[in-house]
T-cell receptor, first 113, second 114 residues
Framework: KQEVTQIPAALSVPEGENLVLNCSFTDSAIYNLQWFRQDPGKGLTSLLLIQSSQREQTSGRLNASLDKSSGRSTLYIAASQPGDSATYLCAVNSGGSNYKLTFGKGTLLTVNP | NAGVTQTPKFQVLKTGQSMTLQCAQDMNHNSMYWYRQDPGMGLRLIYYSASEGTTDKGEVPNGYNVSRLNKREFSLRLESAAPSQTSVYFC?????????????FGDGTRLSIL
């Protein structure tokens, strides 16, 4: 059974710092990995989706990498801003269909002004 | 830009009561999903509908029923609510169930069962 772990559970950084969020998964036979953002009291917003054949994806200040063989993904946030404060979740698709997502428990990020 | 709309946003029920959570999407998506999110557990899939007219069980379907009313709407029903069903419920949709298609989420329904 696929298990997804996100470390750390919470992270607090000063504004402007570059930071890395980690996601690990136990079964490397995946189709893709997605990073989501969740604001308090809101639903999930998809940030980046990396296919199993890709090594990384970039969107603005965000860069996600994927190392299937080691079962790891990182989300790099450059020049963090207070507006980046949210919970970040990763989800692994290991079943080849959208109903086969396994979510991590998330990292709560606080960016202090 | 409504996206995925869930109603109600908050609800308190007594044990044994029934209720239906509503979800509607305006993106002409084929597939819809119901999740629950519990502290320390992550999101877990309850039911999904790959296309209009079909529904299937997810990881935690016990105690729930669903109806895909039409292409836009997908409802979740609790027939006899139990305290273990206290959770935040999210509805999501995607163009299809293909693994390359991202899901779009509603803002959730916060449900407390006393």
């Amino acid at each position: 059974k696929q298990e997804v772990t996100q470390i750390p559970a919470a992270l607090s950084v000063p504004e402007g710092e570059n930071l890395v969020l980690n996601c690990s998964f136990t079964d490397s036979a995946i189709y893709n990995l997605q990073w989501f953002r969740q604001d308090p009291g809101k639903g999930l917003t998809s940030l980046l989706l990396i296919q199993s054949s890709q090594r990384e994806q970039t969107s603005g200040r965000l860069n996600a990498s994927l190392d299937k063989s080691s079962g790891r993904s990182t989300l790099y946030i450059a020049a963090s801003q207070p507006g980046d404060s949210a919970t970040y979740l990763c989800a692994v698709n290991s079943g080849g269909s959208n109903y086969k997502l396994t979510f991590g428990k998330g990292t709560l990020l606080t960016v202090n002004p | 830009n409504a996206g995925v709309t869930q109603t109600p946003k908050f609800q308190v029920l007594k044990t044994g009561q029934s209720m239906t959570l509503q979800c509607a999407q305006d993106m002409n998506h084929n597939s819809m999903y119901w999740y629950r999110q519990d502290p320390g557990m992550g999101l877990r899939l309850i039911y999904y509908s790959a296309s209009e007219g079909t529904t299937d069980k997810g990881e935690v379907p016990n105690g729930y029923n669903v109806s895909r009313l039409n292409k836009r709407e997908f409802s979740l029903r609790l027939e006899s609510a139990a305290p273990s069903q206290t959770s935040v419920y999210f509805c999501a949709s995607s163009e299809g169930i293909g693994y390359y298609q991202p899901q779009h989420f509603g803002d959730g329904t916060r449900l407390s069962i006393l």
